[in-house]
């Protein structure tokens, strides 16, 4: 049976969604390499996963990209105003 995912790369400047079919018993690796994007930090419906994570039917894999700046840091800037 094959399972059907979709690959989510959401950057600044759109997103990119890539819907690919794998055989069962896939990873997340397959996944990034089926779909031709690639990733150091993944999830599946924002979960953190790990590149042998293995998926199921309709997984949504995501990739994160690293923060601009971290949140503390952030909320201390606005609260200083």
Avoid at 11 to 40: C, F, I, N, Q
Avoid at 60 to 68: D, G, M
Wanted: charged share 35%.
């Amino acid at each position: 049976m094959a399972l059907r995912v979709e690959v989510v790369d959401a950057r600044p400047d759109g997103t990119e969604v890539v819907a690919v079919r794998l055989p069962d018993g896939s990873t997340v690796r397959d996944a990034l390499a089926a779909s031709g994007l690639k990733g150091a930090q993944v999830g599946i419906f924002g979960k953190r996963a790990t590149m042998d994570t293995r998926l199921a039917d309709g997984d949504r894999v995501e990739i994160y990209r690293p923060l601009a700046m971290d949140p503390k840091e952030t909320r201390r800037r606005r609260a200083r105003g």
